[in-house]
């Protein structure tokens, strides 16, 4: 849909007049999967699609939210914006009003919202940070409030914690609000420290392959993974004193490893403190335009999720192992938190076509779901767009 054709449905819904229109994308995670609530670093990208909010501000001591993908519509009042709707899409921007709210700032007027997103959602490409980050631009903007963009991933993180109940860790909302166009985002995501790496790729695409298996973020496995984290940081502080994994080099990891006495907790760590050092070893190879070697860390962190951190699943796996059969592919992983969702692929420009085609056909008779591929654009963060 074109911005010309969002402001008619917006004045079709709410009537003539001012409209205002906000964006932020959806992401697609390069490498550094599970370790941003580790304190490691993460290497992700904004897409060109995410959600759309169109606004206008009213004189009623109200704000409706509407969307365009999904038929449920909510009135709330501004003096209610802290307050969680059911179990509704709404809750993504409320949860975000909500924040504002704790900062100490009162909505005095009202605001007439509609969404509408060409993210796929529950694909693994982050529509729920978009949606929190779009609101997030919009609420600053037209409220004159004044954070900056990491205030708002922060904020867009605190909403999914505690309306979604879902203990992210900061990269998606992160990158759906400072991501830059071709370019992809190496954050520390203890230090929030970050630089933006310009993503060169002479004759290689990246395609993303959704496997139309929803991902289940909220099926509280992510949690578990997250609380099985803190049990290995437990049991490796009496011998070392580290507040999270990211603080361990591999070599300092192998030193304390047989301190942790579960073997499930001890393989998640492995995964953890070994995809920290694969993103960081990364970077290095893109800069240098090793994309080879970037391909080979993309294919061993895959196997590392699969194995040690255990989120892939059927679907995934499946959809890595066809890639890999195909000549032409230089790394093909999982992207996101897992257990459904999609994968990430550098592939030759003369094996696209291919890849779509096989890929597509081999991965659709051994699962049954018919999968969908796109050739990622990078895009730019959460800006103003009219
Ligand atoms: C989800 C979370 C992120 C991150 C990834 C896994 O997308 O929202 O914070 O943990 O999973 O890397």
């Not at 490691?40 to 409706?64: E, H, N, Q």
């Not at 759906?176 to 002479?202: I, Q």
């Not at 760590?269 to 090793?290: F, G, Q």
């Amino acid at each position: 849909m074109t911005t010309e054709q969002l402001k008619e449905k917006f004045i079709e819904k709410y009537g003539p007049g001012e409209v205002n229109g906000y964006f932020s994308p959806g992401r697609v995670n390069l490498i550094g999967e599970h370790t941003d609530y580790n304190g490691g670093f993460v290497f992700p990208c904004a897409l060109s699609f995410g959600i759309y909010c169109l606004v206008r501000k009213t004189a009623r001591k109200t704000v409706r939210f509407a969307s365009l993908n999904l038929p449920f519509e909510a009135e709330v009042k501004v003096t209610e914006l802290n307050q969680r709707v059911g179990k509704e899409w709404v809750n993504y921007p409320i949860g975000v009003f909500a924040q504002f709210m704790k900062k100490g700032i009162t909505f005095e007027e009202g605001a007439d919202l509609l969404f509408w997103g060409d993210v796929p959602t529950g694909a693994g490409l982050s529509s729920s940070a978009a949606m929190e980050v779009v609101t997030g631009v919009m609420i600053n903007d037209q409220y004159n409030i004044g954070v900056d963009k990491v205030e708002i991933a922060l904020m867009g993180q605190k909403a999914e914690h505690e309306f979604a109940l879902v203990n992210c860790g900061i990269m998606d909302q992160f990158v759906s609000a400072n991501g830059k166009k071709d370019h992809a985002v190496f954050l520390n995501c203890d230090t929030l420290k970050y630089e933006l790496v310009p993503v060169v790729l002479k004759g290689v695409k990246i395609v993303i392959s959704n496997t139309n298996s929803p991902h289940k973020l909220d099926s509280g496995k992510y949690n578990e993974r997250v609380a099985e984290c803190k049990a290995a940081v437990a049991a490796i502080q009496p011998y070392k004193q580290i507040a999270a994994l990211g603080e361990l080099s591999w070599e300092e990891f192998l030193s304390v490893e047989d301190k942790i006495e579960n073997e499930t907790v001890r393989r998640r760590a492995r995964h953890v403190v070994s995809e920290i050092k694969r993103t960081e070893d990364a970077v290095k190879e893109l800069r240098a335009n090793n994309l080879e070697k970037f391909g080979q860390l993309m294919n061993g962190s895959h196997d590392s999720l699969r194995d040690d951190y255990e989120v892939t699943g059927f679907e995934l796996d499946t959809m890595v192992e066809e890639g890999r059969k195909i000549a032409g592919v230089i790394g093909t992983r999982m992207t996101g938190g897992g257990f459904g969702g999609c994968t990430v692929s550098l592939v030759r420009d003369e094996a696209v076509d291919t890849f779509v085609e096989q890929v597509g056909r081999n991965y659709e008779q051994k699962t049954g779901l018919k999968p969908v591929f796109y050739v990622a654009e990078i895009g730019d963060g959460g800006k103003k767009l009219f």
